[in-house]
């Protein structure tokens, strides 16, 4: 199975600082077929995951443009400019390419 | 509005068996399949498999194909998911989770106890 590292595992910020998630893959996304099927997803406390980021780089809808992805291969960075209060919880990164499919361990992102 | 409505907590006795509900609606059920992600408490994600309602085809990841059976009824728009033998392993939150892209929507998820 394909495992996807996430760093850091805990993020502590301030409102308005830009931080950034990274996302490593024992294993390259890119398909045959020339996609990469990498995404991410907010867990705020107590409710059900969302999507943020589809396919490395498109913003979700209703997604804020604060939210950024980028990448490729085997390395994949989620990053935020300017968290805002909402933002706090645990970010996940889920990769589609490879059977099956597998989630990171989880990045929580708290208040300093 | 895509919602996913899923049935309310359950206990199970060691070596016994359930079935959770997810009734979707504000979409075509047929459209997409319908998957299944576990979530041990205070733990991680795991992608548990798929169904496409509109043929019944399955995917399982490998470490569920003993453990899950997903079905789902096209005349009430329902996907279901039985867990069977439960352990204490099977206490976690399961979700039900559709759309274009894998889990663009999600269900509120059901709390599962195995328990004697």
């Known amino acids: 199975d394909v495992v996807l590292t996430q760093t850091p595992s805990t993020l502590s910020a301030t409102i308005g600082q830009s931080v950034s998630i990274s996302c490593r893959s024992s294993?390259?996304?890119?398909?045959?077929?020339?996609?990469?099927?990498l995404y991410w997803y907010l867990q705020r406390p107590g409710q059900s995951p969302q999507l943020l980021i589809y396919?490395?780089?498109n913003l979700g809808s209703g997604v804020p443009n604060r939210f950024s992805g980028s990448g490729s291969g085997t390395d994949f960075t989620l990053k935020i400019s300017g968290v805002e209060a909402e933002d706090l919880g645990v970010y996940y990164c889920?990769?589609?390419?490879?059977?099956?499919?597998?989630f990171g361990g989880g990045t929580k992102l708290e208040l300093k | 509005e895509v919602q996913l409505q899923q049935s309310g907590p359950e206990v199970g006795r060691p070596g016994s068996s359930v079935k959770i509900s997810c009734k979707a609606s504000?979409?075509?059920?047929?459209?997409?399949?319908m998957n299944w992600v576990k979530q041990s408490p205070g733990q991680g994600l795991e992608w548990i498999g798929w169904?496409?309602?509109?043929?019944?085809?399955?995917d399982y990841a490998e470490k569920f194909k003993k453990k899950a059976t997903l079905t789902a009824d096209t005349s009430s728009n329902t996907a279901y998911i039985q867990l069977s033998s439960l352990t204490s392993e099977d206490t976690a939150t399961y979700f039900c989770?559709?759309?274009?892209?894998?889990?663009?929507?999600w269900g509120q998820g059901v709390m599962v106890t195995v328990s004697s």
């Open positions: 294993q390259s996304l890119l398909d045959s077929a020339g996609n990469t099927y």
């Open positions: 889920m990769q589609a390419t490879h059977a099956p499919w597998t």
């Open positions: 169904i496409d309602p509109e043929y019944g085809s399955t």
């Open positions: 396919l490395v780089s």
């Open positions: 504000g979409y075509t059920f047929t459209d997409y399949v």
């Open positions: 989770a559709t759309g274009n892209n894998p889990f663009d929507y």
